[in-house]
């Protein structure tokens, strides 16, 4: 790459191309708005639904190449698509920001690996077995560097795949300035409109089952306080609804299935909850458990994997399957509760060693290596 040129790079960007952003979009979007402001990048975003919205990061100049490709089944937008668009672009370096990647890799790639849940999958049909076991592993090897956002899906990254330790880097994820500047304040008329003036707890995770809302259920039941609501976030209109019927017919009208919530109404979503109840039992790093301690809001969760890094001075750390010390820690947080509830504000100063612009510099300085003709220093 000549000296002064800007950098190109290339990102696989399908998670932005969907009508919510997650925390895939989250990562996607803070990585490109913080590395934009190091250096002189020349961006293209790659994705494949041009039928779709596309969440273009703001303040961002980049192409977006929204391109269809057949055989979708069989992968071939992200095996044939992207890596010979990424080429005919002219890029750097591309970036494959959601665990999977081309084997054929004309430019430098690079690929974050969020998580090692797609190789615990004990249905796979036999291509996506190939796919999953023999394809992307190879394409793990040939790649310029491995990226992972935890200490413990660095482990289970190396449990798989010994082989890749010398390019693999952890590059924790950053929190928003949203949930870190948060003040409390009234909600939105449409979220007052939902959440209404009863106290409640907050549960992030939507209907994944190692989730378990119907954990959040039971505790709602034993805890047996009228007032208390619980606020359900993550689910599709389709899932709210199928989910509304495997509920008791008791507890329905202190269950509130909340549709897709920006993240300026998140932030005080959170803050104004008696507590988040996250009682999943795997995540690859766990945005909501730093997201509520960012706010100051105590949140319960177990120490399992990557969240046993998150147990900052608001974190609830609790025995995953223990319901009578979930339902004890609820209900010292109720009795606690008051109008004037003060956030935690030692939880909120722990919040800001996430940092994105941290992140970025570590990803901008995968990026300028990759680029290098003798890429066995990354």
């Known amino acids: 790459m000549p000296t002064g040129s800007p950098l190109r790079i290339g990102i696989d960007a399908r998670c932005l191309n969907t009508p ?75 970036h494959c920001t959601a665990t999977t990647l081309p084997y054929w890799q004309p430019v430098p790639t690079i690929v974050t690996i969020h998580d090692a849940l797609p190789w615990h999958d004990t249905e796979l049909q036999p291509y996506e077995k190939w796919y999953w076991h023999r394809l992307i592993p190879a394409a793990f090897r040939k790649c310029a560097a491995v990226i992972t956002i935890s200490e413990s899906s660095r482990r289970d990254v190396l449990n798989l795949w010994p082989n890749l330790e010398h390019k693999l880097h952890v590059i924790p994820h950053g929190i928003s300035n949203i949930y870190l500047n948060a003040q409390r304040k009234a909600f939105s008329p449409l979220l007052f409109d939902a959440v209404g003036t009863n106290p409640y707890l907050l549960y992030i995770g939507g209907s994944l089952e190692r989730k378990r809302f119907f954990w959040a259920i039971r505790i709602l039941a034993h805890l047996n306080i009228s007032k208390l609501r619980l606020l359900a976030c993550g689910f599709s209109e389709v899932e709210r609804e199928q989910t509304r019927h495997k ?116 990803h901008l300085e995968l990026y300028q290596r990759a680029t290098k003709p003798d890429r066995s220093i990354i």
Not at 276 to 290: I, K, R, S
């Open 20 to 94: 919510h952003l997650r925390g895939m979009g989250k990562y996607v979007i803070e990585l490109i708005t913080r590395t934009n402001r190091l250096t002189n990048i020349e961006w293209r975003f790659f994705a494949d639904r041009p039928d779709t919205i596309f969440h273009k990061p703001l303040e961002i100049d980049g192409k977006v190449d929204l391109f269809d490709f057949k055989g979708y089944r069989f992968h071939t937008w992200e095996q044939i698509g992207l890596p010979w668009r990424s080429q005919r672009a002219g890029m750097h370096v591309l």
């Open 247 to 362: 509920v008791e017919r008791s507890l329905r009208d202190r269950i509130v299935f909340l549709p897709f919530i920006e993240e300026d109404d998140m932030a005080h979503l959170y803050q104004q909850a008696v507590a988040v109840l996250y009682p999943t039992l795997y995540e690859g790093f766990g945005f909501p458990a730093l997201e509520a301690q960012a706010v100051g809001t105590p949140v319960l969760f177990s120490a399992l994997g990557s969240l046993s890094e998150l147990a900052g001075p608001a974190a609830e750390i609790l025995p995953p399957d223990d319901l009578d010390s979930w339902l004890q820690t609820c209900l010292r947080l109720f009795s606690q509760r008051s109008e004037s509830q003060i956030p935690n504000e030692a939880a909120r100063q722990w919040a800001r060693q996430f940092s994105w612009e941290a992140s970025a510099a570590r």
